[in-house]
C-alpha cells in the first residue's frame, strides 16, 4: 500500500506559475509509475502528466510545454511544475499511484491523494 498527500495548490493570477508537492508513503518501493489528475466543476477527471519507474514521462497536449511533471525517488515525493497558468488549468488536482505500484504505466491508478485546489484568474 501507499498513502499520497498533495500540497502546494492555491490561487495565481494567468500567467504564473505554482508547483505542487505529493508525498508517498508506505511503502519503501519507490520506483513505480505516478500521475497527476485534474477535475474542474462539471467536467470528468483527465489525466495530466504520468511518470514511470525509469523516469520516461507523458503529457496531456494542453500542458505540454508549460507542465513539467517529476520525482524524487530518494524522497518518495512527486511534483508538478506548472508554469504559464492559464483559466482552463482551474481544477481539483489529485495525485495517483499505480495499482500494483508496477514500475511501467498501464493507466490503472488505484492509490489517490485527496487532492489540492488550483485557481487561475
Known amino acids: 500500500d501507499v498513502q499520497l498527500v498533495e500540497s502546494g495548490g492555491g490561487s495565481v493570477q494567468a500567467g504564473g506559475s505554482l508547483r505542487l508537492s505529493c508525498a508517498a508513503s508506505?511503502?519503501?518501493?519507490?520506483?513505480?509509475?505516478m500521475g497527476w489528475f485534474r477535475q474542474a466543476p462539471g467536467k470528468e477527471r483527465e489525466g495530466v502528466a504520468s511518470?514511470?519507474?525509469?523516469?520516461?514521462?507523458t503529457y496531456t497536449d494542453s500542458v505540454k510545454g508549460r507542465f513539467t511533471i517529476s520525482k524524487d525517488n530518494a524522497n518518495n515525493t512527486l511534483y508538478l511544475q506548472m508554469n504559464s497558468l492559464k483559466p482552463e488549468d482551474t481544477a481539483t488536482y489529485y495525485c495517483?499511484?499505480?495499482?500494483?505500484?508496477?514500475?511501467?504505466?498501464?493507466?490503472?491508478?488505484?492509490?489517490w491523494g485527496q487532492g489540492t485546489q488550483v485557481t487561475v484568474s
Open positions: 495517483a499511484a499505480d495499482r500494483k505500484l508496477r514500475r511501467y504505466c498501464y493507466s490503472t491508478f488505484g492509490y
Open positions: 508506505g511503502n519503501r518501493y519507490s520506483r513505480y509509475c
Open positions: 511518470i514511470d519507474g525509469d523516469g520516461r514521462t
